[in-house]
């Protein structure tokens, strides 16, 4: 569903999906690597402090570091609902299958992320909320659009974990991040408020 008047401009409604992806990757960022703990030792003991805020502004360094890399995919579909070229260059065919499977299930994902981009870009709105409203008009449809959204995910997880099998590291992060997206988009799915009905 469309809202009334013009859509919205590119750069303006670029401006409005792109900060809410920024904010959401470092909110997700925040919940997937690990923070280092505060105890009281490290109160009482100004050197265990100093470590400690050694690994802090490592864990900082860690969320924007994750949030540029999870925007990338998000950067290309908003490039190609805008209509501009978003693929890199082809590769050559000497991937494994498992790479093939990995860059199919990223370009699945991208392609769940450019058709959403373009609904928000076909309406016209003030934020990023009133922009889903106005696109979706209600939470069910919006649930359905996060439904799809978490099956290119899984299908994006499942991929990378066929990558690099046998990773403990790798796993961890991904079940981290899995229970974390899988939280977040619940708490977007609550927040959606319905638009009211119009007056009599």
């Known amino acids: 569903m469309q809202g009334a008047g013009a859509a919205l401009t590119c750069g303006r409604g670029r401006e409005i999906i792109l900060a809410y992806e920024a904010a959401?990757?470092?909110a997700?960022?925040?919940?997937?690597v690990e923070k280092p703990a505060v105890t009281l030792w490290?109160?009482?003991?100004?050197?265990?402090?100093?470590?400690?805020?050694?690994r802090h502004q490592q864990f900082k360094a860690?969320?924007?570091?994750?949030a540029r890399e999870y925007l990338k995919p998000r950067l290309r579909a908003l490039d190609a609902a805008l209509g501009a070229s978003a693929t890199d260059g082809e590769?050559?065919?000497t991937d494994s299958p498992a790479s093939l499977a990995l860059r199919r299930a990223q370009a699945q994902q991208e392609a769940v992320l450019t058709a959403h981009y373009r609904r928000l870009l076909a309406c016209e709105a003030d934020g990023h909320g009133a922009l889903l409203r106005a696109a979706y008009g209600d939470r069910a449809r919006f649930e359905q659009y996060l439904e799809e959204l978490g099956a290119a995910d899984a299908a994006l997880n499942a991929a990378i974990l066929e990558a690099a099998p046998?990773?403990?590291?790798?796993?961890?992060?991904?079940?981290?991040?899995?229970?974390?997206?899988?939280?977040?988009r619940r708490e977007e799915?609550?927040?959606?408020i319905s638009p009211a009905p119009p007056a009599a």
């Open 24 to 26: 959401f990757a470092r």
């Open 28 to 32: 997700l960022g925040a919940r997937v």
């Open 42 to 54: 490290m109160v009482l003991i100004p050197i265990l402090f100093l470590h400690y805020m050694h």
């Open 62 to 66: 860690g969320v924007e570091g994750f």
């Open 91 to 93: 590769q050559g065919g």
């Open 166 to 184: 046998g990773e403990t590291a790798v796993a961890q992060a991904v079940a981290r991040l899995d229970s974390a997206l899988r939280q977040m």
């Open 189 to 192: 799915a609550m927040s959606f």
